[in-house]
């Protein structure tokens, strides 16, 4: 069983940055993927950015191409989303997952995060 949690949430203007952390409970990142998935009020939850689990091989949605930017450190048992130039749309509980597909499909993933929220002000 793996645990995920997921911190660096919060409050921030539009413009700004944030970095989110997804902590592993054992070495589930030298064997498995991990993508970032987030769900705003009202709408489903839908993919952010993946990353494979050699680290070699990452993919983004149209909507947050070169502003986003996923990462991991093995030796942390750590994957980062970075979050530059934030929009109001960009609000929304986001949540990391782990499986053994690399793919952009939530369902895929056995793993989840509890979910942290961010919050975008114009």
């Known amino acids: 069983q793996v645990q995920l949690v997921e911190s660096g949430g919060g409050l921030v203007q539009a413009g700004g940055s944030l970095r989110l952390s997804c902590a592993a409970s054992?070495?589930?990142?030298?064997?498995?993927?991990v993508g970032w998935f987030r769900q705003a009020p009202g709408k489903e939850r839908e993919f952010v950015a993946r990353i494979s689990w050699s680290g070699t091989t990452t993919n983004y949605a149209d909507s947050v191409k070169g502003r986003f930017t996923i990462s991991k450190d093995n030796a942390k048992n750590t994957v980062y989303l970075q979050m530059n130039s934030l929009k109001p749309e960009d609000t929304a509980v986001y949540s990391c997952a782990a499986g053994g597909v690399f793919t952009a499909t939530p369902a895929h993933y056995p793993y989840w995060g509890q979910g942290t929220q961010v919050t975008v002000s114009s």
């Open positions: 054992a070495s589930a990142y030298t064997t498995y993927n």
